[in-house]
């Protein structure tokens, strides 16, 4: 098969500056040249296409010679821009991996999606959108609470002083946000407990083993939150990456059960395609709440660095080359090519 491989390319490091996380969720030239070296050893032609301004004009001057778009392009700008590919394909009628359009764009929204999972009977954290300067706290909602940009993923906008514990807190936290980048921006109630996440793959999808996020190498004044320090400075610092994180997760059977049937039903009410991988807190009175889902989760060859969605699919006994394999045939499966 002839097989477009559609990504957005990471040139800038990662930084703390909230400002300079533009390009947290893009790809580095490591990753792209592993995915597209996959694809190639399984047999298939690779046509490149960035996902920059040019990508429709691209895809359709190719469009005769492309038999399925592999999907990592994170997108430009805009609270739907995972979409922007998928919509690009759609209109051209070129299949392609991953989810649709509407998936990705209601995925990406946190306050939107919360508001379905918990149609599924999962609970959710209480959440409001922020558009003014709060004065008082919804009826039902009590400190601490966690703020954070609506639409983004990989801990953008997420840090250390996300978790407040005051009105004062709230609002200055919020300013700092609205200075550095745009979007709508949520706080929810801060969940104490333990962390999951949990990947999807295939057609039809199952559940990978289910990985606990640690906290115990963050500094002791760090709050225990999946964010941006934890992600891309704190993880980078320990010498044994796997004191990061646990899998299979050690749990008891009930709460895999329990995990495993939310991550399927929440799979099935979004449309979710291929591949994801969904966050969870499991609280300490014993209840299990949902976070949120990544449609277009990091597909990272590095050993060096920690990759849960290959770190899932290794503990199910699969290498990175039978993962890249695995997205490629449930998208042929779905569209029968």
């Keep these: 098969m002839n097989i477009a491989l559609a990504y957005n390319l990471q040139r800038e490091n990662h930084q703390l500056d909230l400002s300079k996380q533009v390009e947290i969720e893009f790809d580095s030239p490591k ?19 960035e996902a920059d301004l040019d990508a429709f004009r691209k895809l359709r001057k190719n469009k005769q010679d492309i038999d399925l778009v592999f999907n990592i392009a994170e997108g430009l700008c805009g609270d739907a821009r995972e979409s922007q590919i998928p919509l690009f394909c759609e209109m ?15 995925s990406l929204n946190k306050h939107l999606t919360k508001l379905l999972v918990k149609e599924t009977g999962t609970a959710v954290p209480k959440s409001f959108v922020i558009r003014q300067r709060v004065k008082q706290l919804p009826q039902g909602l009590n400190f601490p609470l966690i703020v954070k940009p609506n639409s983004e993923g990989s801990g953008k906008g997420i840090t250390n002083k996300s978790v407040v514990k005051s009105i004062r807190e709230l609002n200055n936290y919020v300013s700092t946000l609205r200075q550095t980048m745009a979007g709508e921006i949520i706080a929810e109630e801060f969940i104490e407990g333990r962390e999951f996440t949990v990947a999807v793959i295939g057609h039809p999808l199952r559940v990978l083993p289910i990985v606990e996020q640690k906290f115990d190498f963050l500094p002791k004044n760090m709050h225990q939150i999946a964010g941006y320090e934890l ?22 059977h009930h709460l895999e059960q329990e995990i495993q049937a939310s991550a399927l039903n929440i799979c099935q009410l979004l449309g979710v395609k291929d591949v994801a991988r969904i966050d969870y807190r499991y609280s300490k009175d014993n209840q299990l709440y949902f976070l949120e889902i990544n449609t277009l989760p990091g597909i990272n060859p590095d050993e060096t660095i ?29 569209y029968k090519l």
């Design 92 to 106: 051209l009628e070129i299949p392609y991996t991953h989810s649709l359009p509407t998936t990705h764009a209601l």
């Design 231 to 252: 992600k891309w400075i704190y993880e980078d610092q320990i010498a044994n990456r796997s004191s990061a994180y646990q899998c299979p997760a050690p749990i008891d």
């Design 306 to 334: 920690i990759s849960y969605l290959r770190i899932a699919a290794q503990a199910a006994g699969m290498n990175y080359t039978q993962i890249i394999e695995e997205i490629i045939e449930s998208a042929i499966g779905r």
């Design 31 to 49: 990753t792209i040249k592993a995915i597209k070296k996959t694809i190639e050893s399984l047999g298939h032609q690779v046509i490149m296409i």
